[in-house]
């Protein structure tokens, strides 16, 4: 990942979560990652990502509210499902997901209807400005099991057809909502009113197991209302959810964004809960990338329980990684991270790119190192022009100090034994990333050598 600093023994930093769990250093792969804006957060959690797919590690980006993910995906050869309430692109909910080889047909249809409820009650009280009843709980499920009924023989399942059968029980025919059916009036901004055209049909994208990467881009949803963008974040997530969620799917990183907006959710927290609970069995390394611990003030009432999940999910990370904070921040992050009074001083000077990587008890003082190629594409400034930081793109390495001459740098590549194609593109004034070798200012020719 980069260089440690002199104080944590110097050298290389080589990290993979997995390797940590099987170790013993940690008893889980949840991490969390913390920088405020222009630290070089971004970038590491995109390095780390990438550098991870490299291995064969799969990658998830559950919601990308921004759309910074996606050139990462097309980058490395992965997908992006982008995903706005006037594109053409549709998502079912309701699909399956990969179906669970160990389970038999009947506890496979019960895990697909707990997945389906849950999805329902979690998307509908933001429709309606309320929690659900029990009588409507209960409609609910009975509008959901006829449905299914009815697409017996391998007909899809979507919220539209849920909705036929909430407001016609007997016959599942077309019909507007009686004047007291919130739960149905709810359901129909999404199949008929200002809602409706991106979740309430089957899916027209599907959910590529084997790429690289697969970027769920929600950006379309920004500036839209905001109880669609609450119900867009919480069906995208349920949905990548079912399709990751494969005991034979292999090694995945799950990553959440701005995890704050969905923290903010309730129902969605539970979600993040459940999940977090369940990677060892999944294979999943959750990433949660936030700003600051005090985002977590917009997540319910302190020592409410909304609080107290996302708390949980931060103690529940033994994975850490903390870039540069500001003063007033400090001390909840010292406390809800159960930093020492030595790790947060260094926190609170830390230069760009270099982050406080909390392994289990063991900190190290890291500056993430980048080639300008990744930080091309990783870069979040959107329209303002980027000054490299020399610091974070290059490092010298103890097999090649000195500058060498024009005609000898082709063939360095045997001789300091570096195979890579970086080294005969690194340009003059730079290091090669691999053998450490700095090209040379001017070009010389080989006569003059």
Partial sequence: ????????????????????????????TSMVWIGTVGTGKSAGAKSFATRMATMGVKVTVASDPKGEWAPVAEAIGGKVIALSPSGDHRLNPLDEGPRDSRLSDAAWARLVKSRRRLLLSSIIPSLIDRDLKPAEHTQLD??????????????????????????????????????????????????????????????????????????MDTSGFMGASGTLLSVAMTVVAAWVEAAVMDPDGGRRILVYDEGWRML?????????????????????????IMHRITDLDMIGDQGSAARALAQGLLSDAEIRIVYRQEADVLEATKEALGLTDREIDEVSTLPRGMGLWKLGKRPFLVSNILTEQELEVFKTSGRFEVEIPEEIIVDRAPVAEAVVSQHTW???????????????VTRAGKYCTRCGARRPDAEVGSAAA
């Fill in 142 to 215: 009975i509008a959901l099991d006829r449905a299914v009924a009815d697409s017996a023989g391998g007909g899809v399942v979507t919220i539209r057809d849920v909705y036929r059968w909430l407001v016609d029980p007997e016959h599942g025919a077309p019909a507007e909502p009686a004047a007291d059916a919130d739960v149905a009036h709810g359901m129909r901004r999404l199949v008929e009113g200002d809602l409706a055209g991106v979740f309430d049909g089957e899916s027209t994208v599907t959910f590529d197991e084997d790429a690289p990467m697969v970027v």
């Fill in 410 to 424: 082709e063939n360095l590549a045997t001789t300091a034994g570096c195979d890579s194609a970086i080294h005969s």
């Fill in 1 to 28: 990942m980069g260089k440690l600093a002199d104080v944590s023994g110097g050298g290389d930093f080589v990290f993979d979560p997995y390797e940590l769990y099987n170790a013993g250093h940690v008893t889980g």
């Fill in 264 to 288: 903010r959710d309730e129902l969605m927290l539970l979600r993040m809960s459940e999940q977090w609970k369940l990677a060892r069995q999944y294979g999943l390394c959750n990433l949660l």
